[in-house]
């Protein structure tokens, strides 16, 4: 039914067009909720009463990102997606945008630029805020629309977000569609504008309930946006005229008095009014509208309850990327000393030289600082405006990586400490790691984060030296990577800058200053390719990051008592590479994993379950398998402390010792 499902609405507002388009909206709310009560379907949300926002997507040109939220059919049916899409994605089919994997509502359209809606509402504005940065990079007058509920707007990132946007004077719009509730929970005493916590100079207020005062409050805001005026806050009150969702009632906590009352201001009803008061169409046109489109979107249903369901043999496919079959232009030659700083630094270097696309932001990684150990020194004098300083906030540096990824920029950004990794869970886990799964591949997320990482330099204390590197393993579409070497932090890092997958590089400070042979020439290295640092014929310790220097100790120090240690530098955890240590097992028949991070739910643990739950595997060993960990407490700040803490040689010689006896 839908008139122009291209994204470009150039003609300029067609309000025939766009009543039967709110229309189509409330039919296909309609639809869905038969469907449910007739128990043909698992899940509804509607947008009844949103339904005049859609005309700000009028305004929007074929280049122009949108970022919803689930209340946005309007806005979805005005930017090009077909109510049959929406109709495959309410039965999950397999041809639908998620093929099956996200709830209905979650609007996709890599083709149309509307972002994949997370069901986290509020998470979406950071990385709508780096999709503008990216469009602002590139020229060319390209702009975003970030929807968001009033209730999400107390979420910490929605500030962050606009805070960055005002920064950097980003072309980027923040609808806020205030219905006045979340859930059941009224938000007029707690919203940031009741409360003046926004800077009114740039918030917009007004009744969102007529599409024409819409469509002209897009159409300034929006020009603003590309002309460099920079961002706006459009706080528009509608009123929902719906439950919260198909789970809910809003009969128990709104009273038939109130519910009359929004009932009359339906803004279809509404504008549908209006239009025939101007005569732009007559009471008969509009009957026969509203039945022709009920035919329609009836019809779009029942074609999708036919369609195929998803296939659950392919459940796992578009986790990660296929593996890669270009290998990137090879690494210069590494010059000047050879440590894992200088080797990162100056593959950086290359980066930024090679690809214009490759930006870098963390904090305090500008020039004199060039970061809190050197790994950026000198670059943002040679690439001023690539290598740019973040405000103390890591989920905006997450988030803005992921919307800059997006939109087609290759973001390379650092956290301080992987410790403070915790305020960017939430984009990681809602976003970053997810957002290939969960559109089939439509969308990636090329995003890769530097995180110094690791203890075994004193000092540190429980917030400079964590490892999580067991936490971040468990986050399934992230790849992580541990080098213990130069030439393979160099290597490793090229290869996730060439990479499609978010990929978090945690490298060890302990071996920061190590230094490596000269000339250091890194070769071509795909993820998921142990190394093994030393042969051995009767136990195999598997090991990463720091531990890589104990085990090789540990090992020296094993061959005067007639032991042969192998050691396995896993190098990569996420893709792990599985073949090589069921390789080393098979030769020695004796397993001793060594990591740093705690001993619970660390990725050892995954190791050994992985190595004994086969029979195939259990039968080659000798031994029960060692793991050697931090216990399950924090890293203490007296060296006395985090000495006791962490995995020492000695430790690793007995468990090598109790695999031998």
């Known amino acids: 039914m839908q008139t122009k499902p291209t994204g470009d609405r150039g003609e300029g507002f ?114 709508a805020t780096g999709a503008a940065w990216a469009l602002k990079r590139a020229g060319g007058g390209g702009v975003v629309l970030c929807t968001i509920g009033d209730a999400a707007t107390r979420q910490g990132e929605f500030y962050e977000a606009v805070s960055m946007a005002l920064q950097e004077n980003l072309p980027v719009v923040f609808l806020v569609e205030d219905n006045e509730f979340g859930i059941s929970t009224r938000t007029a005493p707690m919203n940031p504008y009741t409360l003046q916590a926004l800077d009114m100079a740039h918030c917009r207020r007004m009744d969102g309930r007529d599409p024409d005062a819409v469509y002209a409050l897009g159409q300034e805001v929006f020009e603003n946006a590309r002309s460099g005026k920079g961002p706006a806050v459009l706080w528009l009150e509608v009123d929902r005229l719906c439950s919260h969702t198909c789970s809910d009632d809003q009969r128990i906590y709104r009273s038939a008095e109130e519910l009359e009352i ?217 790849c992580i990577a541990v080098p213990s070497t130069p030439a393979d932090a160099s290597a490793l890092l090229w290869t996730a800058i060439h990479g499609e997958d978010p990929t978090l590089v945690l490298l060890p400070k302990h071996l920061f200053r190590a230094r490596a042979a000269l000339p250091l020439t890194p070769e071509h290295l795909p993820f998921g390719k142990a190394a093994v640092r030393r042969e051995g014929n009767d136990v195999s310790i598997v090991t990463w990051g720091n531990c890589v220097e104990l085990a090789l100790e540990a090992a020296e120090r094993a061959a005067p008592q007639g032991v042969s240690v192998e050691v396995v530098d896993l190098r990569t955890l996420v893709p792990c590479d599985w073949p090589a240590i069921e390789a080393s097992l098979a030769k020695t028949g004796r397993l001793v994993v060594v990591h740093e991070d705690t001993r619970t739910t660390g990725f050892g643990q995954s190791i050994i379950a992985e190595m004994t739950s086969a029979t195939e595997r259990w039968e080659l060993f000798l031994a029960p398998p060692q793991l050697v960990t931090r216990p399950d407490i924090p890293v203490p700040y007296h060296p006395i402390l985090e000495e006791a803490a962490l995995p020492s040689i000695e430790q690793v010689l007995d468990a090598v010792h109790t695999t031998m006896t």
């Not at 509607?46 to 005309?55: F, K, Y």
């Not at 609007?107 to 950071?126: I, K």
């Not at 110094?452 to 964590?466: D, E, F, K, N, V």
């Open 14 to 127: 067609q309000r025939l067009d766009y009543l039967r388009l709110m229309v189509e909206s409330r039919e296909g709310d309609r639809r869905e909720g038969l469907l449910m009560r007739q128990s043909r379907g698992w899940f509804q949300v509607s947008a009844w009463g949103h339904e005049a926002l859609g005309a700000l997507a009028w305004s929007l040109r074929p280049g122009d990102y949108v970022f919803p939220y689930y209340r946005d059919r309007a806005i979805a049916l005005a930017r090009g997606i077909t109510t049959r899409e929406l109709a495959f994605a309410y039965f999950a089919t397999a041809d639908s945008s998620s093929g099956g994997r996200t709830m209905p509502s979650h609007f996709s359209s890599r083709s149309l630029n509307v972002f994949s809606v997370a069901t986290p509402t509020g998470s979406q504005c950071l990385p």
């Open 262 to 478: 929004v009932a009359q201001r339906d803004p279809i009803d509404t504008f549908a009014g209006k239009l025939m008061a101007e005569g732009v169409v007559t009471e008969g046109a509009w009957a026969d509208m509203k039945r022709a489109i009920a035919e329609s979107v009836d019809r779009d249903y029942q074609a999708a309850e036919k369609a195929a369901p998803p296939n659950p043999a392919q459940i796992c496919d578009h986790v990660l990327a296929p593996a890669a079959t270009n290998v990137p232009a090879p690494l210069a030659p590494l010059d000047g000393s050879a440590t894992m700083v200088s080797a990162i630094n100056q593959t950086l270097r290359q980066a930024l030289k090679q690809n214009v696309e490759v930006v870098l932001f963390g904090e305090d990684i500008e020039d004199p600082k060039g970061g809190v150990f050197g790994l950026t020194k000198g670059l943002s004098t040679e690439f001023p405006g690539r290598v740019v300083n973040s405000p103390l906030a890591e989920a905006t540096i997450v988030g803005l990586g992921i919307g800059m990824a997006a939109a087609r920029s290759r973001p390379v950004f650092e956290l301080q400490f992987v410790d403070f990794i915790g305020p960017a869970l939430n984009q990681l886990t809602a976003h970053a790691s997810s957002l290939r799964w969960r559109t089939m591949g439509e969308w990636t997320c090329p995003l890769v984060v530097l995180a110094p990482y690791g203890a075994y330099l004193p000092a540190g204390g429980m917030w400079h030296s964590q490892s999580n590197d067991g936490l971040l393993a468990h986050i399934p579409g992230l």
